[in-house]
């Protein structure tokens, strides 16, 4: 609506309503846990999301440029077994959610403490530092609200 330069406050009031409403609902029903709601409140959780899409950002569109540009076959997709332990303080979402958002890299299925992970390349996948991330996920909630 901003970008059309056409606003209109009904929508956007309604929308505001309608958001408070399903949020409302949702507290009431027990869909949010006690123990996770305020995760996405902390600032943590933004910010080494907003790192991984900063850091991929340019190798996203390098990727994107081969794809369509070139005729060769540069790509050799390949299946990697990440091991995963157990100790660590975060959910196993949040780091699928970071290799899912690593240029190249897509977590197909998590079993039996085992991540099954596609690369477009090897190259991709030696980009990928998995220590790294699990550090920075160990202190996604950094206000220690939950």
Same mark, same amino acid.
């Given at each position: 609506m901003f970008a059309a330069n056409d606003v209109?406050? *009904?929508?956007l009031i309604f929308g505001v309503f309608a958001s408070g409403l399903v949020s409302f609902a949702s507290f009431y029903l027990k869909l949010i846990k006690k123990d996770n709601e305020l995760l996405y409140l902390s600032l943590g959780f933004y910010r080494h999301f907003y790192k991984i899409f900063v850091a991929n950002f340019f190798s996203s569109i390098k990727i994107i440029i081969k794809l369509a540009f070139t005729n060769k076959n540069w790509s050799h997709p390949l299946l990697y077994k990440i091991q995963f332990d157990e100790k660590n303080k975060f959910n #196993? +979402? @949040? @780091?699928?959610?970071? @290799?899912?958002?690593?240029? +190249? @890299? *897509?977590? #197909?299925? *998590?079993?039996?403490n085992e991540f099954l992970v596609h690369a477009l390349d090897e190259e991709c996948f030696a980009r990928f530092n998995l220590q790294k991330i699990c550090n920075s996920l160990n202190h996604v909630n950094d206000d220690t609200l939950v």
């Open positions: 209109s406050w *009904f929508y #196993v +979402g @949040l @780091l699928m959610a970071s @290799l899912n958002m690593t240029s +190249g @890299l *897509f977590c #197909v299925n *998590f079993k039996d």
